[in-house]
C-alpha cells in the first residue's frame, strides 16, 4: 500500500508533520509514541508475512520500545509456505528461536467488515513504508543539528513519488 501523495509544498503541513519535527536520532522514539497511541497492546491477530510463508498469529502484547510484537500461532493454525520444503514445523521453530518476538513491521494486521482495526493496520503500514523507503541506515550516523523531516523525508519522498509517477529522467 502506498500513501496517498502529500502536498509537500503546501503552506500548511498537515498536523502529523508538524508533530514529526526531530532530530535523526529521535526518530524511533516517535515512531514509539506514534505507535503507542494507536496500536492495542494484545488481542489483535496478524498474518506474519515473510518472503517464504505466511502465517496468522495472534497478539499477545507488544513491545513498543524493539518495535516488535510478542505472538503465538493462532487457533486453528493457517498457514501457506512459498516453498514446499518449509513446514508448519519449520516456522514453529523459526518462532522459538525468535524467542515469538517479531517486528512489527512483518505483521499485517488482520480486519473484518467493522473495520475495528483498520486504524492499527494502516499505522503499521505508514511504519513499514518509512523503513522500507524513506529511512537509511546511516541516518543516525548523520550530524544531529537539523530537522529530520526538512532535510531527509521531505525530499527522499519527493523522490519515491517522482519515481512512481515516472517524472524522474532516465
Not at 505507535?35 to 502465517?55: D, I, M, Q, R, Y
Not at 505472538?71 to 514446499?84: D, F, G, H, M, N
Not at 494486521?109 to 511504519?127: P, Y
Request: charged residues 30%.
Amino acid at each position: 500500500m502506498v500513501p496517498p501523495r502529500p502536498d509537500l509544498a503546501a503552506e500548511k503541513e498537515p498536523a502529523s508533520w508538524k508533530e514529526a519535527d526531530c532530530k535523526a536520532s529521535e526518530v524511533k522514539e516517535f515512531t514509539v509514541s506514534f505507535l503507542e497511541k494507536v496500536l492495542e497492546p494484545s488481542g489483535w491477530w496478524a498474518v506474519w508475512h515473510t518472503n517464504v510463508f505466511e502465517v496468522l498469529v495472534e497478539v499477545t502484547n507488544v513491545d513498543f520500545p524493539s518495535l516488535k510484537a510478542v505472538v503465538r500461532l493462532a487457533e486453528p493454525c493457517i498457514y501457506e509456505s512459498k516453498l514446499s520444503t518449509f513446514t508448519l514445523a519449520n516456522v514453529k521453530e523459526l518462532l522459538d528461536l525468535k524467542e515469538f518476538h517479531l517486528p512489527l513491521q512483518e505483521l499485517w494486521v488482520v480486519s473484518d467488515d467493522s473495520h475495528e482495526f483498520h486504524q492499527m493496520a494502516l499505522a503499521i503500514e505508514h511504519v513499514r513504508f518509512f523503513y522500507k523507503h524513506i529511512w537509511r541506515s546511516w541516518d543516525e550516523e548523520e550530524e544531529d543539528e537539523y530537522d529530520y523531516f526538512v532535510r531527509c523525508v521531505e525530499p527522499r519522498l519527493r523522490l519515491y513519488y517522482d519515481i512512481l509517477e515516472d517524472r524522474v529522467p532516465s
